[in-house]
């Protein structure tokens, strides 16, 4: 284990890293975290996916499906450092477990298929953790696959997620023969024997010492133009000290100016060391992130990673296991120990921790304490759900809460037996509480209940969990996708006048709107904030600035139902022209209240459109059965963007509506005969057309 790129420093949370693993389903990121459990001793024998051994895909069903579905947490020892790993999903279902991750990680590491280069999931978790601004390596995986090329994945980097690569490794061999890489910092070979623990280093040969000054030259240049001490250095002497670069791609990196790609093959144990290496050297440390800020009453306070301060913790996952609740937390400053009440500051009530558990997916070794910096599970807490925050009782703060993704899909569920239906709404209730995207409610027709989430894959497992873990005949209607309505032709001028007299103090409010569609969000977040807009055109003080922001209320209290089908409401601009008080019958609530009702008789008067999810869908096929599966995708409303030849098989990209993609997974693999896979990447809302309109009003 090398430490002479690595930064020792006094302080113990220095020898932190809390790392997420992302990437695209399949590009092989529970293999890495399994080669690294094995690299650093936690594990001594590698699990595979494929024979349902590996340490984080613990679940049955994970292991049956040879997929991840939930987040798991795992702790190794590198050269010196804890490294918190979380082994985040890759399917675009459980989009939302990778939300609640990023909340808490410090960096993390893309997993690439050296193959098909960025795939659409690798691009949305990417984006994700664009939002939450953690700093990423990069690891170009399985380059012993045939038709694997570093360039050509690492160029896919460049144009579809708009970063700036500085490859650190040069391939030796390609495809079966791919036995090791040029480390370009150092200029030394390193090589992996075929079923070696260990790697040789050595000089770098004759043969291929060309090739590397020339690809060393390039990432020096790369990192010049980049940041200034290291184009200080290469303007003086024409080149940059190991030191010095080393040094340059640790900022760039934890800037976001750049990212540090490396390479290798999880699958034969080869790459494994120097990517450990590269997340000790350049990922950042707890102390090396901004403090937390959180809110205290009114005003926003910053907690230091300091475990000497107040304690603040975030929940970021629940489990159920058969031992019991576990609560997940990163601790963000103070210690917490064991058996010590805390304060959930969101439900004002008080906690206490049972145990603290240093957590290794499913099996766990207790701790006395958790410091600022850690990710630990606790026993104990009782109702604290995900997105909590835990504190100190005398030093309140909450922490902003992991965003929960909006559910586009719904299936009516029922226990077949009358004797189970209250199991249910307790198993139910335990679902969503382990997972928050999921969301349970009654429908007020027809009495159903219904479940909804990100995917028919979701829902799938959801409701295996119901009949495995909760022993729970389940019935199961169609799959249901949440349509939105939107306002295709507004309205202006429209009054509304609201008085209410039954006795004493009434009700009077008078407002004026004018109703305009805005552009439809594509990010698929159902952010509405994105997707609605109000603002106050009216002067001389006729209305007081609270009855304003009670009209606003009012109307955001209107999205929640449109005209077509009761769905919501999106894309919608309003603003309020004009109004007029009653000096005692005026209040925020009349006004809160007109403005409900004034936008519902807007929408009624105004042309309103039905809006469906949207999901560019990408299939990989055998290239003799490329025209059926354009056909069929033609047949399912959808659009065709791009088609291309990769190794053998064509890949399609089509946008299609979420509706038309049930059981398209079936259907697919029966016209490829089993040889065609597909993802699917949501990206929006988009106009149904007319005669399905039609079909979905009228249902």
């Not at 947490?73 to 609640?100: K, M, Q, Y």
């Not at 040069?170 to 090589?191: C, H, Q, S, W």
């Not at 475990?307 to 296991?321: D, E, G, N, R, S």
Request: charged share 25%; net charge negative; proline share 5%.
């Amino acid at each position: 284990m090398r430490t002479d790129l690595h930064r020792h420093d006094t302080d113990p949370l220095t020898a932190v890293r809390n790392v997420g693993i992302l990437a695209h389903v399949d590009a092989g990121k529970t293999t890495v975290t399994e080669r690294i459990l094995y690299a650093t001793g936690a594990t001594h024998k590698r699990g595979e996916v494929h024979d349902g051994t590996t340490v984080t895909d613990f679940d049955v069903q994970e292991r049956e499906r040879g997929i991840t579905i939930s987040a798991a947490a795992v702790s190794c020892a590198w050269d010196g450092h804890r490294i918190n790993l979380i082994d985040t999903p890759g399917h675009v279902d459980f989009a939302d477990e990778v939300e609640r991750s990023l909340r808490v990680l410090d960096g993390a590491v893309a997993v690439f298929d050296a193959v098909a280069g960025v795939e659409p999931q690798s691009e949305s978790v990417w984006r994700q953790a664009d939002r939450h601004g953690v700093p990423r390596i990069a690891f170009v995986n399985k380059l012993d696959r045939a038709g694997a090329d570093l360039d050509t994945a690492v160029e896919s980097m460049r144009r579809r997620l708009g970063t700036v690569p500085m490859v650190t490794q040069l391939p030796v061999g390609r495809e079966d023969a791919f036995t090791g890489v040029v480390d370009l910092i150092r200029m030394r070979l390193l090589t992996w024997r075929e079923g070696g623990d260990t790697y040789e280093e050595e000089p770098v040969p004759e043969g291929l010492r060309e090739e590397a000054r020339r690809r060393r030259r390039l990432l020096e240049e790369t990192v010049a133009q980049l940041h200034p001490g290291a184009l200080e250095e290469f303007c003086d002497g024409s080149a940059l000290s190991a030191g010095t670069l080393a040094g340059a791609l640790r900022d760039l990196t934890r800037s976001g100016e750049g990212v540090v790609v490396l390479c290798g093959s999880a699958y034969r144990n080869r790459g494994v060391e120097p990517l450990l290496d590269a997340v000790v050297a350049y990922l950042p440390s707890p102390l090396d992130v901004p403090a937390v800020r959180g809110a205290v009453g009114d005003d926003e306070q910053e907690r230091a990673c300091d475990p000497a301060a107040p304690l603040a913790a975030l929940v970021f996952k629940v489990q159920a296991t058969p031992r019991g609740r576990l609560t997940f937390l990163r601790v963000y400053s103070g210690t917490v120990h064991r058996g010590e009440a805390v304060w959930d500051a969101g439900a004002r009530r008080t906690e206490r921790i049972g145990r603290i558990l240093r957590v290794q997916a499913d099996r766990h070794t207790e701790v006395e304490r958790a410091v600022a910096g850690d990710i630990v599970a606790v026993a104990g807490v009782k109702a604290a759900r995900s997105g909590a925050t835990l504190c100190a009782p005398d030093a309140p703060v909450v922490l902003e809460p992991p965003t929960v993704a909006e559910p586009v899909v719904s299936v009516a569920v029922e226990a077949r037996r009358n004797a189970d239906s209250a199991r249910l709404v307790s198993a139910l209730a335990r679902l969503v509480e382990e997972d928050p995207s999921l969301v349970v409610r009654t429908d007020r027709e027809s009495g159903q209940t219904v479940l909804s989430g990100m995917g028919e894959l979701h829902l799938e497992v959801a409701v295996e969990k119901l009949r495995r873990a909760h022993g729970l005949e389940v019935g199961v209607g169609r799959p249901q996708v949440a349509y939105r309505e939107t306002v295709s032709r507004g309205v202006s001028g429209l009054a509304y006048r609201h008085v209410k007299q039954e006795g004493g103090a009434g009700q009077f409010a008078h407002v004026v709107i004018d109703v305009r569609p805005l552009p439809v969000a594509q990010d698929g977040t159902g952010d509405d904030a994105a997707d609605f807009v109000f603002r106050s055109v009216v002067t001389g003080g006729r209305l007081p600035r609270d009855y304003v922001q009670a009209v606003e209320a009012g109307c955001r209290d209107a999205l929640s139902e449109g005209p077509l089908g009761s769905h919501r409401v999106t894309g919608v601009q309003v603003t309020l022209t004009d109004g007029s008080t009653h000096p005692k019958d005026s209040s925020p609530m009349a006004f809160r209240t007109a403005g409900r009702f004034a936008l519902r008789a807007a929408f009624r008067a105004s042309a309103m459109a039905l809006l469906e999810p949207v999901v560019e869908v990408t299939a990989t096929v055998p290239e003799d059965a490329v025209g059926g599966v354009l056909g069929d995708l033609a047949a399912r409303r959808g659009r065709i963007s791009a088609s291309a030849m990769r190794a053998g098989t064509a890949v399609v990209t089509a946008t299609v509506p979420l509706a038309e993609l049930f059981g398209y997974a079936s259907q697919l693999r029966g016209r490829t005969r089993g040889r065609g896979t597909f993802t699917g990447r949501a990206t929006g809302y988009a106009p149904v057309p007319a005669a399905v309109s039609d079909q979905v009003v009228s249902r």
